[in-house]
């Protein structure tokens, strides 16, 4: 039996913000949405809006996902907590930098996180298979805790693409062939077996709600297999 537990999970990558704009690494240091991110945040809530009659509204406590939880609940009505287990990958040292600099001051690193090494984390940082597990422990735990029928995370582009890689039965290494573009929506249909939640993705990163104007520009940053920084 699964009665109270979530059956659909949709995760919100939070609206841009200029260290996006700039291809700086953000990671879990706090940045807050620029006016692109907060009308796409908007954007993004009038979709949830119409979507989604009732749920549960879980957002990182970072200030770039608390902005896009903002005109969710005012569109909703849900009510919104924080939780800080679904914040963006810990870059250490390199949060902060763009990814120029980083290819300038640590070339081998930069491409073992290109190759997916689920051994490499930057000085400070957590290790692509940590962040990994971490992403999949807290919304595991946040489903199987939720008394709705829905449950929303306005999350990070890290955290959307380790879920998928979870419900795709991908590892780190395997090459992203996807996109998480800021306030797109992902989307998990979920059931249970043996009490425990299967996660069935039905979409990510659809930002096909948004206008052209607010629609991320393709990037050039070199993210190859690792989950999107953001």
């Given amino acids: 039996m699964s009665l109270g537990k979530a059956k659909r999970l949709l995760l919100i990558r939070h609206g841009e913000t200029d260290w996006n704009a700039q291809g700086r690494i953000q990671g879990m240091l706090d940045v807050p949405l620029n006016a692109v991110g907060l009308q ?27 902005e896009t939880t903002i005109p969710i609940i005012e569109a909703t009505g849900f009510a919104s907590r924080f939780d800080a287990r679904i914040r963006e990958r810990n870059f250490g040292v390199l949060q902060g930098k763009t990814y120029a600099e980083w290819r300038t001051a640590d070339a081998e690193g ?36 939720s008394k709705e029928k829905a449950l929303i995370l306005v999350t990070h582009g ?67 297999h690792s989950a999107y920084v953001a």
């Fill in 110 to 145: 930069m491409a073992r996180y290109n190759a997916g090494d689920p051994d490499y984390g930057p000085e400070g940082g957590e290790t692509a298979s940590g962040f990994l597990e971490r992403c999949v422990d807290a919304v595991t735990d946040l489903v199987l805790g």
């Fill in 40 to 66: 796409q945040a908007a954007s993004a809530a009038a979709e949830i809006a119409r979507i989604v009659d009732i749920a549960d509204l879980v957002s990182s406590d970072l200030v770039r996902t608390r």
């Fill in 158 to 224: 890290g955290v959307v693409s380790s879920i998928y890689r979870h419900s795709q039965g991908l590892g780190c290494a395997s090459a992203r062939t996807w996109s998480v573009p800021n306030a797109s929506i992902s989307e998990w249909r979920v059931e249970y077996t043996n009490g425990e939640p299967i996660f069935y993705c039905d979409r990510v990163g659809d930002d096909s709600f948004l206008t052209d104007d607010l629609r991320e520009t393709v990037s050039d940053q070199p993210i190859i």
